[in-house]
Each structure stands twice: as structure tokens, then as C-alpha cells.
């Protein structure tokens, strides 16, 4: 099996009476296997292991997600997490749900605020590691408004794993070490996370160091006992509060923020790419509505007989993802705040009349955003910066139900800023830090109250019976949609196996430039992509972030990214 995940660790047919949560052993298997009940495919083999026990518990998806998520809050404190927010996509007989656990910005804050008295961007450390950056965390509210509607299991039991990973601890793995020396003045931060993390060297802490986070625990077992409310009464004044103190300029958190923040539900964005149907999340998500248009983009192309291993392929999908991407700039904000023109970005005529843009023997030399039907006049391109500490995991239960859920704390460790035993976000550095762009508004400003965009992408794709097929998503910042389209492509036209659609190469254009992976396929196409136009190609060390379950014959095949199989062991 696996070793990223513990992926598919058989659930019997039977779920009930199993036994209690363990913490699964030092090092994984090596290699997916099949389940016929339930499955959990997450980033780290503890979140996987609470999952399924949650499962085995005869708890639902929704359940086994939630304890996943709070897992994850203890083991992958770079990634996820409590202090930050998330999407939810639900699949079940009354149909697609989505969530929207995003997190918001102040209602005092301001389209001025990541800019000086000049207009200026501000520097990068007062931007994203500080209060400024910090939204009102969401992932509790979506997990309470899910389980209302959802979950079957007591609210409690879902954090039994979490609790315990956080009280007794857990072991330090390759990928949490690799992080802290990484991201030195952003884990280390504060005294009370560099306690947890770090040695009195100042050296995070070894591989296979037992690590407990007490303060955590407590506030766990404070929302287990209380609800939301533990979060979002009791705790409002001391959490606003705190990152007030850390917020040098524009309008600071009040408690009345947190108070007063409310999980979504939001309509979910589903297209037809070939016989299948693609659901994803909405605004204020760009990913659903991306990995859509992408994939309209290319229904018209024969991607089966050109295979992975064609440059034409590849070409192709870079040319898809320019244009999905300048749709993206334009029009994709926080739908409560701006006009957002969704069903139109989707529209098969419109995808139809985009798809027509490209042209299989060479790159566009510029690529503009469209005119969709319903699009908003006046409004210009902004920006965001390319971070990535996210993670997503996918869980179907034994009834058939099933759950997308990408969470996030924006960077790795988020603000670095560090309140009752879990990190911050820095989830309003994804608004645009520019307002206004000649004259025009930027959609994706800053206002009070509102939902920064993200490009996290959890998804489901039925086939033509309705039937679930693929429970997928990813993290990586705005490299996730493209990564989800990629990896759906090789499951429904390459017919790969989950584990190796996910393994496909990250291709990846940025403005002029394009990035891809250190020796894949992609790699040795380099000169030959730069001669069809793609200007500059440029390539770094494999990188990638997704987790899927696949419906096979035999059951739910579980995968997780194979890039990072060897960082997820503590021995």
C-alpha cells in the first residue's frame, strides 16, 4: 500500500464494532488498495487512520471528513487546520451540496489594506505575518453546519482522534521537519509554537521526536463539549483580541467579526465534460468553475488517442488553462460582494467559442478573458500570491455518500501566528493587494466581510448513470485546478489508476512563463514546447499535494499524491 496515506486500508463489510482508534505504525504500506464499504484518502496516515475509525464507528463521509480535518489540525499544522477554512462538496441521494467554510475579512478593513500612505504594497512580512493577513477562521462553522445536515454520529466523537493525537502526541515525519526548517521566522514565530515544534537549540524538532500540543487538546475538547460556540462566543474576545495586537494598520478584527461569522451554503458549479458530469465548489472558489472550463476547452479533442506522453496533449492543456485562468482574474470574487457571472463561465456555446481560440500547431501569443453571457462590465484583472499550505482528502461511506474537502491556512503555517495550540491563517493575502486597476474595480478587493477567492477545487464526477466515479482535489495555491483537471483527464481519458493520474506532471502556465517538473515527461518537451510558442519553460524539483478515491469493479481504489510517499514516514 501507499505509504502517503495509508490509502485504502480495507473496511470490512461490516463497520460496526471495530475497534478503537489507533495511530497507525511508523511507516505505511506501499501500495493502494481496493475497499468495498468506506474509504479515506488524506494527506497524512493519522488524519487517515481518525477517518476511517469514524467509519468503522458507522459514521457517515461527513463524519469521517470532520475528523479528518480536525486530525490534520494536529499533525499537519502547515497545511490545515482549525485557524483556517475550507470547501466542502457533499454527494448523496438529495444530490450535490457544497459548503463554503472560507474565511472573512474584518468589517473594518479596507480595499487599502495591504498598501502604505503612498499606495505602495506594503513588505511581504508586514502583508502576511501579521494580523493583517488573518481572516476570521471558518473550518469549525463548516464542519458544525455540515454535520447538521449530514453527520450521524455525536459531534464529540469526531475529535476522539484529534484529542488523542494532540494529548499523547504523535510522531514528527519527514514532511513536518522539512517544513519547520523551511519556514524559519514563520513556525517559530511565537514562543508557544516554537515550545511545540522546536528544541532549545532552536533546530526543529528530529524525525520521529513525540510531539504533543496540550494547548490544542483543550481547545479540542472545548468545541467537542460545546460546539461552535467554544470558538465563536466564548472564545471571540481573547481570538480578536490577539490578532488586533498583531495588526499594524487598516481595520483591525473585532470580536463582533468572529461572533458573527457564518458558514455558507453555496450552489455547487456542475458541467458535462464528455458522458460524465463534473461538480465542484462555487464563488468565492474559483476551482470549480476553472477545472470546468478546462475541461470544456478540450472535450472537442480526441485526448485518449493523443495519450500523457503527447506534446500535442500538452499543448493543449496549457492553452486551456491560459484562457480558463484569464476568466479567472476578471470575473471570480467573493459572490456575495461582486456580480459573478458563473452559469455563462460554463456555458457549452461559450467554452465552445474559447476552445476555438486554440490551435493545436502553436500558443496563443496573448490570451485575454472572455465576454461570458451575463458578464459585468468595468472591471479589471488583479493578483494573488502563489502559497500553498492547503491540503484536501476524500471519504465515501459505506451508503454511498461522498465528500470533497480542501482546507487550508493559506501559507504554510499560515500567519505564523499562533493562538490556543493551533496556527492562524493568512488567508486574506489571496485578495488582490492592487483595489483598483485604470480606474476600474478589482473584483477580487479587499472589502469588510468579506470571502477572499481561493483556487481550492474539491470535487466529484458521476458518470453517465449518475453513478459516483471520482472524489478528488488538491492543494498547491492556484497550481490546484490545474492539477485536478490534469489528474481527472487521466482517469476518464488516459484510464489511469488514481495514483497515477495523480502522478502526471504539474504543467503550469504563469503569464509568459511556463513551469513543469524535473525529469517527466514534460521535461524532455522543454525545446519543443519554447518552438509551438510557449516562451520561457522553466523547471523545478516535483512538487504536488492531491488525494482521490477512484470507483474501480472491485471497489474504491484510494490514492494520494506519490511526490510525497517518503515524507510521511517518522522512522
Not at 482549525?82 to 468589517?107: K, N, Q, S
Amino acid at each position: 500500500m501507499h505509504r502517503q496515506t495509508l490509502i485504502g486500508l480495507a473496511l470490512t463489510a461490516t463497520l460496526a464494532g471495530c475497534a478503537p482508534y489507533e495511530a497507525p505504525l511508523a511507516s505505511a504500506p506501499d501500495t493502494t488498495e481496493t475497499t468495498q464499504a468506506g474509504a479515506v484518502s488524506a494527506a497524512d496516515p493519522r488524519a487517515t487512520a481518525a477517518g476511517e475509525a469514524i467509519l468503522a464507528k458507522g459514521g457517515s463521509a461527513t463524519d469521517a471528513a470532520i475528523a479528518v480535518m480536525l486530525a490534520l489540525t494536529v499533525v499537519e499544522p502547515q497545511s490545515s487546520g482549525i485557524g483556517g477554512g475550507g470547501f466542502l462538496v457533499h454527494a448523496g441521494e438529495d444530490g450535490v451540496t457544497t459548503f463554503d467554510g472560507r474565511e472573512t475579512a474584518p468589517a473594518a478593513a479596507t480595499p487599502q489594506r495591504f498598501l502604505d500612505e503612498n499606495g505602495e504594497r506594503l513588505p511581504r512580512e508586514m502583508r502576511v505575518l501579521s494580523g493583517l493577513s488573518v481572516g476570521v477562521p471558518g473550518n469549525i462553522a463548516l464542519a458544525a453546519k455540515a454535520h447538521a445536515k449530514y453527520g450521524k454520529l455525536e459531534w464529540a466523537e469526531l475529535f476522539e482522534p484529534a484529542i488523542a493525537l494532540a494529548r499523547d502526541g504523535f510522531l514528527m515525519n519527514r514532511r513536518l521537519h522539512a517544513s519547520l526548517a523551511d519556514n524559519r521566522g514563520r513556525a517559530d514565530k511565537t514562543e508557544a509554537a516554537s515550545a511545540i515544534f522546536f528544541g532549545a537549540d532552536g533546530e526543529p524538532l528530529p524525525v520521529g521526536s513525540t510531539v504533543r500540543v496540550p494547548a490544542l487538546a483543550d481547545t479540542l475538547e472545548a468545541i467537542a463539549l460545546k460546539g461552535p460556540q467554544a470558538m465563536y462566543e466564548d472564545s471571540a474576545a481573547d481570538l480578536a483580541a490577539y490578532v488586533a495586537g498583531e495588526t499594524p494598520q487598516d481595520g483591525k478584527m473585532a470580536a463582533s467579526d468572529v461572533v458573527g461569522y457564518r458558514a455558507k451554503l453555496r450552489d455547487p458549479v456542475c458541467a458535462r465534460y464528455r458522458v460524465y458530469k463534473v461538480c465542484g465548489m462555487g464563488p468565492p472558489s474559483s476551482g470549480g468553475v476553472a477545472v470546468a472550463q478546462m475541461l470544456g476547452q478540450l472535450e472537442r479533442f480526441d485526448l485518449a488517442e493523443l495519450g500523457p506522453e503527447s506534446l500535442t496533449f500538452w499543448h493543449l492543456f496549457l492553452e486551456s488553462q491560459r484562457l480558463a485562468y484569464a476568466d479567472r482574474e476578471l470575473y471570480i470574487g467573493d459572490s456575495d460582494f461582486v456580480e459573478v457571472p458563473v452559469a455563462g463561465l460554463v456555458d457549452p456555446a461559450y467554452l465552445a467559442k474559447r476552445s476555438a481560440l486554440i490551435d493545436p500547431a502553436k500558443a496563443l501569443e496573448t490570451v485575454e478573458a472572455g465576454t461570458p453571457p451575463g458578464a459585468p462590465m468595468a472591471r479589471a484583472d488583479g493578483d494573488e500570491p502563489p502559497e500553498n499550505g492547503t491540503t484536501h482528502f476524500s471519504v465515501v461511506d459505506a451508503e454511498g455518500n461522498a465528500v470533497s474537502y480542501t482546507s487550508t491556512v493559506e501559507g504554510a503555517f499560515g500567519s505564523g501566528l499562533h493562538f490556543g495550540g493551533y496556527y492562524l491563517n493568512n488567508e486574506l493575502t489571496d485578495f488582490s493587494a492592487t483595489p483598483v486597476i485604470d480606474g476600474k474595480p478589482v473584483a477580487n478587493r479587499v472589502e469588510g466581510g468579506k470571502r477572499p477567492r481561493s483556487s481550492m477545487a474539491p470535487t466529484i464526477v458521476f458518470d453517465a448513470d449518475g453513478e459516483i466515479v471520482l472524489v478528488i482535489g488538491a492543494a498547491g495555491g492556484p497550481t490546484i485546478p490545474v492539477q485536478v483537471a490534469r489528474s481527472i483527464i487521466g482517469v476518464l481519458d488516459f484510464g489511469m489508476t488514481a495514483e497515477e493520474a495523480l502522478g502526471l506532471p504539474l504543467l503550469m502556465a504563469f503569464g509568459s512563463t511556463v513551469v513543469t517538473e524535473e525529469g517527466g515527461v514534460v521535461d524532455r518537451m522543454k525545446d519543443q514546447l519554447e518552438a509551438l510558442g510557449h516562451h520561457t519553460v522553466r523547471t523545478f524539483p516535483p512538487r504536488g499535494k492531491a488525494n482521490a478515491l477512484r470507483r474501480t469493479d472491485d471497489g474504491w481504489e484510494a490514492a494520494g499524491d506519490p511526490r510525497v510517499a517518503d515524507l510521511l514516514v517518522y522512522e
